[in-house]
């Protein structure tokens, strides 16, 4: 499997039109005279849309699709055919119009408040899971350092701290392999911080297997174990994916996994729907991991939204309110303080007085200066993780080998660590109200404590707050330099192990050492008398700085920083400094989680179509010729277009006859693959309809029952003589599909589609004939690289 | 003037369709075959889609068109044909694209970078702005109440107090009088907090002059006026108008009033751009008021934006944060504090301690309890208001009526100021470290103040700090009990007089009033030992009822109270408030500015089509028949149609005839009014280019030096020759406009065009044949009633 650059079908863009069919290559430049086949199918023009995703029916197959990192190309510069769309455009055919003139005002009354009830749950479950991995974490990380510092404790005074080393590594050891076990075999989709995935979902892209209850499971257990085996990591990135699982649960009303169906919220089981849940589930998530309920509501709306809808925001609003407060409400009983609602977040950075942190307009240059210093660190960062993905693409593919590698990672991190601390001759005097959870004596005299363990013999949040919080002169600078030099290559090493674990923490916690430094060295070079440079206020600079130049995320970051941090004076240099880190880290390097998704080759839609795009019209980018139903057309036919494993078509326009000569047929409907395997499932043939009267009608609710699992073609038997029945697709079709010429723009054409949030656009000649369609993966294919417009080769994986 | 009803032309869409031409009237139902008339126009299907603003050119049409109250239709029932519609989609014609496709990739960065320096002016030309008005209302306030209070001491003491209330009184009525003359006679747009009028322009509605640098300068000095004047008004609405006019003149690089052009950001002189600005101005003017930035992004997309934009709301926040930043900055030296940093906006709510202010579990029910009364009191002040305006349209329409009355209700409130300070007999002891500005001994003993005086002998922004931050005790249930009452009145009663003023602190105050008073209720209740009903807790909650209550804002008001406060903790109780008061004010009325909006018959399309409106189609709402050009025209053609004052359509489908038989013609473009405007001037005909070689080739340049002030048809000089001329469209028009079928849902033509800001949408039928054209109007005519969905008159008004 390590050869896995040879399964990569290189196919260009003249390959993918001519495949399978036999179809002369077209270049795509002219329309083409459609032509009846001898088969009864009318090619139009053929073009592969994506390849059909086969579930888990065909189980030698399901490995290769489950997405596992061996999986992933090892180039970006392809654009993989294996991720379908999501379709957030309503299928309004003749059904689906039918129900919703029947409903009266107090239905969509009542379908209103269940989206609000909805939305309240998903805040609720995200708050508790949240206030479950808190507690957990912190009881079992309070366990394992008591351990581990009454075993310093004991060998320090006898000698034979080798002991005490070998104790940290193999507990921390012990807890990662149980995560990474659980990942690395049961459900490889949790590891990471899941934001990429949710990301691309929100785009639009369906992702296999990302919002389902058994990932959640793993999520959950796998940060546990991660953040206390003592890896470099957070617990709050993977919250927003479990917030995001659980309201595409919720929202369903059932559990395909649990086989259970509750019967409810049926009207809900459509991707339009169940995307704007998920985007409140991932609000909810970021609300329940900073404390940010703002905040999450812009990340929901950064990433994802592409219709920006009041009501929904509002809804988006409520369920980061509800999450934030759940978690609130449970710590505050936890921690014995019932009512104290002062814990938002699971991470606390502590109250920033706004008395004690006043900036002056001269610290803004310093600040900008930050920004760019993170914005080089944070690339850096970027481009060793990807050098190490590619490696790990390569040569750690295996479970068993990820499994290792994680061990490995946390068990270098205990002995880093402790070298570190060992070495390390930083005492500070223990003051009677320290804030030290796990003050360690080791050398130093008694009544202090060694200052670097306070940065590494902690979980990381706790360590960020120190750094924020603690008075001036608490840390020297060597320590300092020391710690932010290992704890980044730790956090780089760390990032993509085959772990459940999020970046932001460690992101912050090299931010804050390298801005305490700052502050320290700011300090000391100016007068020593003023103390305008406050080491916490440079650390949270620096942490801002440094977790900006890694995610570049900008709107939303900025305010969960500000709410996170529950002070609003910093919003100012707060975005400057990461807009600084943008600015300086774009020029290197991209984003972590945009180099995570561009090497998996997923067809992601930026916000807009590439500047320099206009000489691009639809006519290029659309693929042709398309594979054309007829609105009444033959079972043999649809059956024999839906299995040919060659093109695995997913939208079909339909179209009808006119007259009776050979002028071409005009575009009258499109209709998905999922809703012909409804239809040949249930048997809805013209013949069959006729013959019994009594036969049930098929509904919406049958099309919703079988979503989002539709069943593959291969698994629905059709006898011969049912080959030779016909099918209406007249009532289930869309019939008024958006179309755009073939003159458009290619611009134009990518604003209708990210607007509309659309699967297909079918592009018309001025006959309205079609003569191509335009899918996700043919606007994602263009991209600015460095030498202008690029062109992304499209791939089979 | 009182006989308005007569002038306002109800006509009824039949009428409507078949006006002018004397085209047999159609319900447009059916398509018609186009026909080839005589004068050589191709009458597609002819279709009204709004009547052209004149500009200033027809002085006698002028004062109609100018928007004054007394021209607004009394009928909510009616939907106003007067407003023309933003083109929020880009005309990709030839030309367009042509200099797109020149433009490099550093081009496209120069255009980013110019965008964000003229965010950043806006924000800081807002911050001064706003900085000038608070400055220039404290020092004459301060004047104003130190000499009133100097005679109140002095008669006090001598007897003749009748005396200090007619120096009130006409002090009062003099600055209201100032700032009711220019309003009223230079700018009537001017007039109320402009919000409203920013909503329907972000909506995509053109309101006359509504960003024109006059305003601006009338907008600024009538807030003053109005706040000094003591009327029960705010200065923080204004400021929203106020970005909008900054941000919409410097994003032009030019001021067509002032008669100057830079000659830069020529590129930004469109709807598209213009707007995109617009939206940055109205969020850094609520930056300003509140100091909410984040807020401020929130209302602008609240209220605007229909596409999100990631890199456009990072512009916009930009903006809000360099205003709060500017006004900060100003204000910290005017207070000579330098660098102190902590006055984010015109109003400061003051700090809330979060240890002083935690609620608990129990008082959530107490809060959503405020809410619904919030709601109810909010929908009282609108009733009331709504009767007061059909009052004002019918009889005070006249500029110096309308100064009268705002000279009567200054008068009005000094006077009940004046009775209510009088008959009050609430003294508090005046402590050493009083925060009273102009305490008030009245008739309290020595050391004493009356506390009614704090509420009514004080700007309101002071007086709703004293209600949130006064200590226990200092205000008896009376007091505030009286005060609510008479506030209640004089806001609701000063809300729509013809002075710039805003209604977000007035009902602040009442809602601060009440809340305080229920919280005084409640410890009285309860034991009176206990202080969890902190009055000035429940003040705030008050407050925000209140205020959700008028306005029914939900999200960015959330975010706007939880920045002013500066404490993120009341987030939830705020949200669950304001929700309550939205749900229960809804109940029996409409928001304030939504009443405003409807009364004056603006188009507006809100986020969604009506729930239950899936039963029309694009066949039943379109407009037809519409008016086609030929792709190559005659110019008396041309020139006729733009003539036409009976039908004064703004987009014309553009058609081509295919073959020489009497086919129809089929659709190849679309071209605006203004457009054809700026190619009569130029002469830009067919005959012409072939005999002048060497003319200049009309540029994008020419139409942006038009915009946005196109000249009208009649001021273009057409000869008899020039008449019999053709003029090529081809260039010119938009080749790509969007389209779609008849059968088409009102809900997805409704979300096509709400998605994309679109102005014109054409109805093709499956030959590519125009029948139809949907407009704004066509939308916004169905709305939900009470009684299900409703549909609007159009009225020419």
Redesign the interface.
């Known amino acids: 499997m390590a050869n896995i650059t040879k399964k990569v079908s290189w196919s260009s863009r003249g390959d993918e039109s001519g495949a399978g069919e036999g179809t002369p290559l077209l270049n795509g430049s002219e329309p083409r005279v459609p032509a009846q086949l001898s088969g009864g199918i009318t090619v139009c023009q053929v073009g592969r849309l994506s390849t059909v995703d086969l579930e888990e029916e065909i189980t030698t197959e399901e490995d290769s699709a489950r997405g596992r990192p061996k999986e992933i190309p090892h180039n970006e510069k392809l654009l993989s055919l294996k991720y379908e769309s999501l379709d957030y455009d ?1 299928i ?1 055919n003749q059904l689906f ?1 039918e129900e ?2 029947r ?3 107090m239905g ?1 009354r009542c379908l209103e408040i269940s989206r609000w009830v909805v939305c309240g749950l998903i805040g609720f479950l995200t708050g508790l899971i949240a206030c479950f991995i808190d507690i957990v974490v912190e009881q079992l990380a309070g366990i394992k350092y008591h351990v581990i510092k009454e075993n310093i404790v004991k060998f320090t005074e006898t000698g034979g701290l080798s002991i005490s080393l070998i104790l940290w590594a193999v507990l921390n050891s012990s807890f990662v392999m149980v995560g990474s076990i659980i990942v690395a075999f049961i459900e490889p989709i949790a590891a990471g911080s899941g934001i990429p995935q949710i990301k691309c979902y929100l785009n639009g892209v369906k992702i296999p297997r990302v919002v389902r209850l058994k990932t959640l499971v793993v999520k959950v257990c796998g940060v546990i174990c991660s953040v206390v085996g003592g890896l470099a990591v957070g617990k709050e990135g993977p919250m927003i994916h479990s917030g995001a699982v659980v309201a595409a649960g919720v929202s369903q009303g059932r559990s395909t996994s649990l086989k259970r169906d509750l019967k409810i919220f049926e009207y809900f089981r459509r991707d339009t729907e169940k995307r704007d849940f998920v985007s409140a589930g991932a609000a909810a998530g970021v609300s329940a991991a900073f ?1 940010a ?2 905040g999450g ?2 990340f929901s ?2 990433e994802g ?7 929904l ?2 809804r988006i ?2 369920a980061s ?2 999450s ?2 759940t978690l609130n ?1 449970f710590l505050s009983i936890y921690h014995n303080k019932p ?4 814990n ?1 977040g699971l991470i606390n950075f502590g ?1 920033f007085e ?1 008395d004690s942190m ?4 001269y610290e803004i240059p310093l600040f900008i200066a930050m920004g760019a210093i993170g914005g080089v660190l944070g690339a850096l960062f970027n481009i060793l993780n990807y050098w190490l993905t590619i490696f790990r693409i390569r040569y750690v593919h295996r479970p068993c080998l990820q499994v290792m590698e994680a061990m490995l990672v946390a068990a270098v991190t205990a002995t880093v660590s402790f070298t570190m601390i060992y070495f390390s001759n930083d005492c500070q005097p223990l003051g009677p109200d320290h804030t030290e959870e796990y003050p360690l004596q080791l050398f130093c005299a008694d009544g202090e404590y060694n200052s670097m363990a306070t940065a590494f013999f902690n979980t990381p949040e706790r360590s960020v707050r120190s750094l924020f919080h603690d008075s001036q002169g608490t840390y020297n600078p060597l320590t300092l330099g020391l710690f932010t030099l290992t704890y980044f290559f730790l956090a780089c090493w760390t990032y993509g192990l085959a772990v459940s674990a999020g970046v932001f923490i460690p992101s912050l916690l090299i931010g804050a050492a390298w801005g305490r430094l700052c502050g320290i060295l700011l300090s000391s070079i100016t007068s020593a008398g003023t103390s305008w440079a406050d080491p916490g206020k440079y650390a949270l600079i620096g942490a801002a700085a440094q977790l900006g130049g890694i995610v570049r995320m ?2 939303s970051l ?2 969960i920083l ?2 996170a941090t ?1 002070n ?2 910093y ?2 240099p707060i ?1 400057l400094v990461l ?1 600084t880190a943008k600015i300086v880290g774009d020029y290197f390097q991209e984003g972590l989680y945009d180099i995570h998704i561009k090497l998996q080759s997923v067809p992601f839609l930026h ?2 179509a590439p ?2 795009s ?2 691009l019209t639809a006519r290029e980018v659309m693929s042709s010729p398309v594979t054309c139903l007829n609105r009444i057309e033959k079972v043999g036919t649809i059956v024999d277009t839906l299995s040919n494993t060659s093109t695995n078509h997913n939208g079909f326009p339909v179209v009808v006859q006119v007259s009776e000569n050979d002028e071409p047929a ?3 409907g499109l209709i998905l693959r999922s809703q012909l395997i409804v239809l040949l499932k249930h048997k809805v043939f013209v013949e069959l309809a006729r013959s019994r009267l009594t036969r049930r009608k098929l509904q919406l609710k049958d099309f919703r029952d079988a979503y989002p699992r539709f069943p593959p073609i291969q698994s629905i038997h059709v006898s011969q003589d049912e080959r030779e029945c016909m099918m209406d697709l007249t009532e289930f079709m869309n ?2 599909p ?4 073939q ?3 290619l611009p ?1 054409v990518f ?2 589609f990210r ?2 949030g659309l699967r297909h656009l079918v592009v018309a000649d ?3 004939r079609v003569v191509g369609l335009v899918t996700r993966k043919d606007l994602a294919r263009y991209h ?1 690289g460095k030498h ?1 417009l690029e062109e992304l080769q499209l791939a089979q994986t």
Not at 305 to 311: L, T, Y
Not at 738 to 741: F, I, N, Q, R
Request: aromatic letters at 16%; hydrophobic letters at 45%; proline letters at 5%.
């Open positions: 309503n309004e119009l919703e003139r409903m009266s005002f969509f404390g309920p703002v509501v812009l709306l950064e939204a592409s219709f920006w809808n009041q009501m925001t509002w609003f409520f309110m509800i934030t407060f409400f009512g104290d609602l002062s938002p109250r706004s006043e900036y002056n307009l900008t709107l900025t305010v500000v709410e529950g609003i004076t919003g100012l975005m807009m916000w807009e500047a320099t206009h000489w005009k575009l009258c019939p008024t958006y179309t755009v010429p003159e458009t723009s134009r604003k209708l607007a509309l001025d006959e309205n600015l202008g």
